[in-house]
């Protein structure tokens, strides 16, 4: 059983970024997880990563909200430290839309 194990529900704060690196794709986004308290609330951010050979990069879109289990890696470079989490599983919450649905929204406002 693996001991570095996190599971994180937010929203993306922007579509995700793909790289592809040979025959796997490489997403990178970031998700917001909110925290409320009685009186505040409170955000966190998390870069995060998901190597992939789907075509779920479509659906990762900003503001979707998603579950995410994965772990945490954290580099050092140059005497600075960088938290990263690593998903290995990723689901969409709510219904998911891809960008040309996104898109097709906006023609519909009225001004």
């Excluded at 909200?65 to 998903?87: C, E, M």
Aim: proline residues 2%; positive net charge; glycine residues 8%.
């Amino acid at each position: 059983m693996a001991t570095n194990v996190v599971i994180l529900t937010g929203n993306l704060t922007k579509d995700c970024e793909k790289k592809i690196m040979g025959d796997k794709t490489v997403l990178g986004f970031t998700l917001a997880v909110s925290e409320k308290y009685k009186d505040r609330e409170d955000t966190s951010f998390f870069n995060c990563s998901l190597w992939t050979n789907g075509a779920i990069d479509k659906y990762l879109l900003k503001g979707t909200k998603i579950l995410l289990q994965g772990r945490i890696k954290i580099s050092k470079v140059n005497d600075r430290y960088f938290t990263n989490v690593i998903a290995d599983r990723v689901e969409l919450l709510g219904v998911p839309k891809t960008k040309e649905e996104t898109k097709n929204q906006g023609d519909d406002l009225p001004f």
